[in-house]
């Protein structure tokens, strides 16, 4: 069983940055494709940005040009680096290992994002 713990989620005005860190309990990435997702209030989950395991990138429309999805395969850590942020990017932020040979999936806790003056 995979574990994911995000963190770095937080309140921050309107230009500023935020980096989210998603630590696995294990070395996956060479297997797994990292997402990460958000979700806000009366709102469907949204893919945000995700990472293959031969360091592909993709990103939602919404972000491109601000987001930038990474990861430090020694720490066993996707981040996402956040800039110019704005209040619609307020949600939760979760992250996602799937492998897709096997359809298996994990999912973190979330971390909250708060974008407001």
């Known amino acids: 069983q995979v574990q994911l713990v995000e963190s770095g989620g937080g309140l921050v005005q309107p230009g500023g940055s935020l980096r989210l860190s998603c630590a696995a309990s294990e070395n996956i990435f060479s297997i797994y494709v990292m997402r990460w997702y958000r979700q806000a209030p009366g709102k469907r989950r949204e893919l945000v940005a995700g990472?293959?395991?031969?360091?592909?990138?993709n990103y939602a429309d919404s972000v491109k040009g601000r987001f930038t999805i990474s990861r430090d395969n020694a720490k066993n850590t996707v981040y996402l680096q956040m800039n110019s942020l704005k209040p619609e990017d307020t949600a939760v932020y979760s992250c996602?290992?799937?492998?897709?040979?096997?359809?298996?999936?994990?999912w973190g806790q979330g971390t909250q994002v708060t974008v407001s003056s």
């Open positions: 996602n290992a799937a492998q897709p040979a096997t359809g298996r999936s994990y």
């Open positions: 990472i293959t395991a031969g360091s592909s990138t």
